[in-house]
């Protein structure tokens, strides 16, 4: 029985190379499955974007943050260790002797895994600097300003010309 003092927190499970998104599949259906939706509340492949010459041409493109690793946020258990553990293309979680240990706040604010509210006041045709990410100290114009997610577009000079790109309210700062 789970007793309402227990806090969901982040863990990191390894998976089969290349399978990540195979697993986190897999893991889904099982949540599903067996009810486990108020034990299981996310699994995440963490992505990063970078910016990569392809044909002659910079692009941005998403790649895996850490390859072979899901990162889920749940409240453990044996129970919960079982199944997951058994979950096909999933090989255990990270930790000592396979057991699981739980990201730190350090951890999960470095991979940005929990959603920090950001009071910041943008509107279309704020000018910004982007304080991080791959387009870190670029000068841009925003846009649009999404408050529930979080996320703005902003237009930034790349490659020559004016480039619309998706950032976090906290990777910006007015200036």
């Known amino acids: 029985m789970i007793e309402e003092k227990e806090e969901a927190k982040w863990y990191v ?6 399978y990540e998104n195979v697993a986190q ?6 949540v599903e499955k067996f009810n486990l939706q108020e034990r299981i509340f996310d699994i995440v492949i963490p992505m990063e974007e970078v910016i990569e010459e392809k044909n002659g041409k910079k692009v941005i493109v998403s790649r895996k943050l850490m390859p072979s690793y899901l990162l889920v946020k749940m409240v453990y ?8 553990t058994n979950t096909r293309g999933i090989t255990g979680f990270v930790g000592p002797q396979g057991r699981a240990l739980p990201l730190t706040e350090e951890e999960i604010f470095k991979m940005r895994l929990e959603k920090v509210q950001v009071d ?19 000068i841009g114009t925003v846009i649009s300003v999404d408050m529930n997610n979080q996320k703005c577009r902003v237009n930034v000079e790349m490659f020559g010309r004016e480039t619309p790109v998706d950032l976090n ?7």
């Open 13 to 18: 499970l390894h998976t089969f190379s290349g």
């Open 25 to 30: 599949q897999n893991l889904e259906r099982v």
């Open 77 to 84: 258990g044996d129970d919960i260790w079982h199944t997951v």
């Open 120 to 138: 910041i006041t943008l509107s279309a045709g704020d000018k910004i600097e982007v304080l991080d990410g791959p387009l870190i100290s670029m």
């Open 169 to 175: 309210l906290d990777q910006v700062r007015k200036i």
